[in-house]
Structures are given as C-alpha cells and as structure tokens.
C-alpha cells in the first residue's frame, strides 16, 4: 500500500513497513481478539517493532486507523519519535455535538451489521467508495481484493474496534511534531475532522491534498510524497528534493 511513497525516502531513510497483527502477511494465530479490543493493543506491537528494527528515533507514517494507533504509540513513548506523518486519520468516525466525525451511530451500527452478514458483499461494495478516485478503478479493485484477503471473523472485529473508537480526548496529549495529510473529499475523513486535528494537536500541521477518497497515498502519491518532504524539511528531517 506504500509502494508509491517510500521509494522517494529510501534515498536517506530506513524504511520499516509492517502487516497490523490479522491482516496481510502476518501471523494469524498472533490475533489475540483480548489484544486488540483496543487500538492499544496494535500500539504496543508498534514499540514492538521499533525496539527490534530502529537505531533511534523514528519518523512514523501511518494510513487511517494506523495513524491513531502511531499517535498512541508516540504518546505511550514520545522520546521515541520525531514526527508522526497521519494520512486520513479520525479520532473518531462518529458525529457528537458540535463534532462531525461523518457519520450517526446509527450509520456505523447499520455499516458493522451489514458487514457482519456478508463480509465479502460488503467488501466489494465499500472498498471502491472508500477509495474513491474514480479515474483510477483499478485502485478500488486492489482494496477490494486486500479485504477479500483478510479473514473475515478478524476483519469483523478489527472493523467495530475502528469504527467505535474515540480518542479525541487523545489528542492534547501529543507532543510528537504530526503532520495530517487528508483529502479534500473524504467520505471517511472529512475536512473537518482534519481542520479538528489540527486545533486539538498542539503545533501540527494541515495538508489537503486534492484528491477524492480515503488513499491518497495510493491516488494522490506525489501530491502525497509533496506534502510529506514539506513538512520534514521544516523539521531538518529530509533533503531538498
């Protein structure tokens, strides 16, 4: 999923890319549904990995639901990282209040049912929404064929613990450099979600990127790559290219 972006950092990073514990190519029998009843869970796996693979500090990016688990990792351990890239994150899906995450509870609650009775139906038809970019169909079939990929009792869980999480309250507590990277139409992450980030993260960065769907590092990857050397160098982190 970040074979458009990481080339353009490999040039002067270590690049580290890993499977969440129950999806890709990682160890089924490790998902511990106890575990990862929380975004914790994936967390703790991501110090995990650090401790085995990183000299020092370490620059993390991550997509959606793994950026908010980045964010936990980077609170938990902040003398650990420089900066945290967050491409369409959401502290929380749901509306609340003044809060527009961009949808009802009702809405999640009928999405996760749905998805409980035919994983696979579901699959085929969110996965093209998702990732929107409709000049690129082939994107859409790739995601669908990722979460066709995945089994589906894993997927499920994975799903409700990710839509009903809320970790606004989270997010003061940053202390790590973040840049938000959203699209300018998200169906997932809208606007406001991005512009609530950046008022709640203390000295983070807004980056729209024009572009329609929850990807863009996959339908936008150069404005994507743009955004992300920007706000690296800003931070003496990256080269000038």
Same mark, same amino acid.
């Given at each position: 999923? =970040?074979?458009?972006?990481?080339?353009?950092?490999?040039?002067?990073?270590?690049?580290?890319?890993?499977?969440?514990?129950?999806?890709?190519?990682?160890?089924?029998?490790?998902?511990?549904?106890?575990?990862?009843?929380?975004?914790?869970?994936?967390?703790?796996?991501?110090?995990?990995?650090?401790?085995?693979?990183?000299?020092?500090?370490?620059?993390?990016?991550?997509?959606?639901?793994?950026?908010?688990?980045?964010?936990?990792?980077?609170?938990?351990?902040?003398?650990?990282?420089?900066?945290?890239?967050?491409?369409?994150?959401?502290?929380?899906?749901?509306?609340?209040?003044?809060?527009?995450?961009?949808?009802?509870?009702?809405?999640?609650?009928?999405?996760?049912?749905?998805?409980?009775?035919?994983?696979?139906? =579901?699959?085929?038809?969110?996965?093209?929404?998702?990732?929107?970019?409709?000049?690129?169909?082939?994107?859409?079939?790739?995601?669908?064929?990722?979460? !066709?990929?995945?089994?589906?009792?894993?997927?499920?869980?994975?799903?409700?613990?990710?839509?009903?999480?809320?970790?606004?309250?989270?997010?003061?507590?940053?202390?790590?450099?973040?840049?938000?990277?959203?699209?300018?139409?998200?169906?997932?992450?809208?606007?406001?979600?991005?512009?609530?980030?950046?008022?709640?993260?203390?000295?983070?960065?807004?980056?729209?990127?024009?572009?329609?769907?929850? !990807?863009?590092?996959?339908?936008?990857?150069?404005?994507?790559?743009?955004?992300?050397?920007?706000?690296?160098?800003?931070?003496?982190?990256?080269?000038?290219?």
């Amino acid at each position: 999923m =970040w074979r458009y972006l990481h080339p353009d950092f490999a040039n002067r990073h270590k690049i580290v890319l890993f499977d969440l514990v129950g999806s890709g190519q990682s160890d089924l029998a490790a998902y511990d549904y106890a575990k990862y009843g929380s975004l914790h869970g994936y967390a703790a796996d991501l110090l995990e990995i650090m401790d085995e693979f990183a000299s020092g500090p370490i620059i993390y990016v991550g997509h959606s639901v793994s950026a908010m688990i980045g964010m936990l990792a980077a609170i938990e351990a902040p003398e650990r990282f420089v900066a945290n890239v967050m491409v369409g994150p959401s502290p929380s899906f749901i509306n609340d209040g003044e809060y527009v995450g961009g949808f009802t509870r009702s809405d999640i609650d009928g999405l996760l049912e749905t998805l409980e009775s035919n994983y696979l139906g =579901w699959s085929s038809t969110m996965a093209p929404v998702i990732m929107g970019s409709p000049d690129q169909p082939e994107l859409g079939v790739e995601l669908t064929n990722s979460f !066709c990929r995945t089994d589906p009792e894993i997927a499920k869980h994975f799903a409700r613990v990710t839509f009903l999480a809320d970790h606004r309250a989270d997010l003061a507590r940053v202390t790590t450099p973040t840049l938000i990277l959203q699209s300018s139409d998200d169906l997932l992450a809208p606007l406001g979600v991005g512009e609530y980030m950046l008022a709640q993260i203390p000295g983070s960065t807004l980056s729209v990127v024009d572009n329609v769907g929850h !990807c863009p590092h996959l339908s936008a990857p150069c404005a994507s790559v743009d955004a992300t050397k920007a706000f690296l160098r800003q931070l003496g982190l990256t080269d000038h290219g």
